[in-house]
């Protein structure tokens, strides 16, 4: 009740959390389409940095992904989505809240061809290029190797052609990147998705909302990771059919007209979902349809 109190609180007095998202680049999509999925309605048009939620205490800011982590540190933001491949690299310390699933992509080491490489410590003495020198240094002290690590900010993957490099160390995500420039992908050195994370010390109105906003992205995570599942079966291996189905709670049956038959429905979890169908079409389900869910509140 009392968050209630404090929601219609911030609602009357205009409070509003202030989120920071990427402006251009691999997080920006994924991250416009969470909070739209959120029902959180807001415009983007070209070249904005800021926009006002319509329905949501948020304001929403577009800025450069490297300076995100800053603006948290700063204050400028409440929250922010960002990459772990930039959290690891900014020297600020932050708690993760959430991972969000999307924006997956690995910082690797890649070599040229015709570069020998078997273990990290073929790269000893060798220039590699990269914009994430924080993280490639710890790489390389755990392993004991002791690379000449050269920062860039941007255009990594051309360093090796030009001869500003003999390696480099860069995000890949379909690693068209690296091959168009005849590279080859030789070390993982992290993975990274995208996360929210928050500012410490968020006032009790501010909290408020960020919690009503994490409540909304659990929800749209939960469902994109379920399928409504609908089906018919012979009254006789019903009980059969509904076991193999997980559900929420139990599965829901109920009678066709045609007596003899019932429909089930149940919820089931996008990593076995193929192998549960396969079951139950063997088990005498028929008229299977798979449904994705919007919204799942737990
Ligand atoms: C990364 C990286 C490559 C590209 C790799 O840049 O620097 O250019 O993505 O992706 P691919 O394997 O699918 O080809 P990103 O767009 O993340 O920009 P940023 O590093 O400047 O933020
Ligand atoms: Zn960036």
């Not at 991250?31 to 807001?42: E, H, Y």
């Not at 501010?206 to 609908?230: E, G």
């Amino acid at each position: 009740m009392r968050s209630f109190a404090v929601f219609t609180a911030n609602k009357m007095s205009g409070q509003k959390l202030k989120i920071a998202i990427q402006k251009q680049g691999r997080l920006s999509d994924g991250s416009t389409a969470l909070l739209k999925k959120c029902g959180i309605g807001f415009t983007n048009g070209f070249g904005k940095l800021k926009s006002e939620a319509q329905d949501f205490p948020l304001e929403i800011f577009f800025l450069r992904d490297d300076d995100i982590p800053d603006y948290v540190a700063d204050g400028v933001a409440d929250v922010v989505i960002v990459g772990e491949n930039v959290l690891a690299e900014s020297p600020q310390p932050v708690d993760v809240l959430e991972k969000l699933g999307f924006g997956r992509c690995r910082l690797s080491l890649a070599i040229p061809k015709g570069f020998d490489y078997a273990t990290p410590a073929d790269l000893a003495g060798k220039r590699i290029a990269t914009s994430y020198p924080r993280i490639l240094r710890d790489f390389f002290e755990s392993r004991n190797v002791e690379a000449d690590i050269h920062e860039i900010s941007g255009s990594v993957e051309i360093a090796p052609s030009i001869g500003l490099a003999d390696a480099v160390c860069d995000l890949v995500s379909s690693g068209s990147t690296l091959f168009s420039n005849g590279l080859r992908e030789v070390e993982t050195v992290m993975l990274s998705e995208a996360v929210m994370i928050a500012r410490r010390g968020l006032d009790e109105g501010l909290q408020t909302i960020l919690d009503r906003l994490l409540f909304r992205i659990r929800s749209v995570k939960a469902a994109a990771q379920n399928k409504y599942i609908l089906l018919n079966a012979p009254a006789n291996k019903a009980v059969e059919i509904a076991s193999i189905l997980p559900g929420m709670r139990s599965p829901t049956m109920m009678p066709l007209a045609d007596e003899g038959w019932v429909s089930i429905h149940s919820v089931i979890g996008e990593a076995d979902f193929w192998e549960v169908v396969d079951n139950l079409k063997q088990a005498g389900a028929e008229g299977i349809l798979v449904l994705s869910i919007d919204q799942m509140i737990r």
